[in-house]
């Protein structure tokens, strides 16, 4: 019992004589420039001289050195205007998020590349509106972009497929046009999201094999054949096509085993229902309707689990009509 309270009074006098941690004077007053720039709000009213320690401060984090480092402001209604340059001023930050700021208008300030540490980046249902800079594939360490429900328009950067670490990239609900660049689609992301954009011409090819668990183009006007997504060696988890022009024959495509989700409806794919459907244990959601596809359906467990919905209003052009999946034999 006295070895522990010798040991209680020995770290509450190393505590007392540690120095207090405060935040950089350099992170304050850039604190203080963002608080004014977006009107003052009372969402950030911690945000004040009158407490200089800007590491206890709400809706930001510090690292061990007293350098705020993450950001994070979400569903405020008293926000109101634009990214604030001194954001910039921010040089720790490692983590940024803007998210349901109704009130945050304007363009995505070039300023943002200054932030050299950045590696996640979150401007998400925000009426941030003008093109994506391409600025901000300056910040090589970014593992995690979501820009997604703004007003964005013009095209995604080429460079953003040069991004050495991005695993992440969410562009969807947006008005984004113009083509996917090339080498955009690739293994090294864990998911890649450009769904409700406007986004014309072919899925870019690519060689890569890594791991990829989400690819989401839907709801654009994209063409082509996109049979490369699945290649072989390429483990990947849930493809959402649907709502484009895609234009490609069905018939042999080999699914990869460990898909869960695929959604190819609302396009003009042709052929038949591939076999490569049965292997599908782990498929959780299926839709192949509104296509061109014919008959007959294979009868595995593996294609009529999901019941009739998936295969519902295909035309079919050359062949025999899709065969009604209510006349199959369920079998275990």
């Keep these: 019992m006295a070895s522990t309270t010798l040991l209680a009074v020995f770290l509450l006098v190393a505590a007392s004589a540690a120095p207090a941690r405060s935040c950089s004077p350099r992170d304050l007053q850039a604190l203080l420039s963002v608080k004014q720039a977006l009107g003052n709000p009372a969402t950030l009213s911690t945000w004040?001289?009158?407490?200089p320690d800007c590491c206890s401060w709400d809706h930001l984090r510090c690292n061990d050195a007293g350098r705020v480092?993450?950001?994070?402001?979400?569903g405020a209604d008293d926000v109101r205007g634009q990214i604030p340059s001194a954001v910039g001023g921010l040089t720790e930050l490692m983590s940024l998020t803007l998210f349901r700021l109704a009130g945050l208008t304007g363009p995505i300030?070039?300023?943002?590349?200054?932030?050299?540490?950045?590696?996640?980046?979150t401007v998400s249902h925000t009426n941030v509106s003008g093109a994506i800079p391409e600025s901000l594939a300056r910040l090589r360490g970014l593992d995690s972009v979501d820009l997604s429900s703004n007003q964005l328009t013009?095209?995604?950067?080429?460079?953003?497929?040069?991004?050495?670490?991005?695993?992440?990239?969410?562009?969807?609900?947006?008005q984004l046009t113009g083509s996917i660049p090339a080498g955009l689609v690739q293994g090294q992301f864990r998911s890649l999201v450009l769904s409700y954009n406007q986004l014309t011409g072919p899925i870019p090819r690519d060689d890569a094999r890594d791991e990829i668990n989400t690819v989401d183009l839907s709801h654009n006007k994209l063409t082509g054949?996109?049979?490369?997504?699945?290649?072989?060696?390429?483990p990947i988890g849930k493809v959402d096509l649907s709502w484009n022009y895609l234009d490609f024959d069905l018939s042999q495509l080999v699914f990869p085993p460990e898909m869960t989700y695929?959604?190819?409806?609302?396009?003009?794919?042709r052929g038949t229902v591939p076999l490569s459907l049965e292997r599908l244990?782990?498929?959780?959601?299926?839709?192949?309707?509104?296509?061109?596809?014919?008959?007959?359906?294979?009868?595995?467990?593996?294609?009529?689990?999901?019941?009739?919905?998936?295969?519902?209003?295909?035309?079919?052009?050359?062949?025999?009509?899709?065969?009604?999946?209510?006349?199959?034999?369920?079998?275990?």
Aim: aromatic share 6%.
């Design 48 to 51: 004040t001289p009158a407490s």
């Design 69 to 74: 480092n993450n950001v994070f402001i979400d």
């Design 109 to 121: 300030p070039a300023c943002l590349a200054a932030l050299s540490n950045l590696q996640f980046l």
């Design 154 to 174: 013009g095209g995604i950067p080429a460079s953003f497929a040069d991004l050495p670490s991005l695993r992440s990239l969410d562009l969807g609900h947006n």
């Design 225 to 234: 054949d996109p049979s490369h997504l699945f290649a072989a060696g390429r």
């Design 262 to 269: 695929l959604d190819l409806s609302h396009n003009l794919i």
């Design 281 to 332: 244990s782990t498929l959780q959601k299926l839709d192949l309707s509104y296509n061109r596809l014919c008959g007959p359906l294979p009868k595995g467990h593996g294609v009529i689990k999901h019941g009739c919905k998936p295969y519902a209003h295909n035309q079919c052009r050359k062949g025999t009509p899709l065969a009604g999946c209510q006349d199959l034999e369920w079998s275990e």
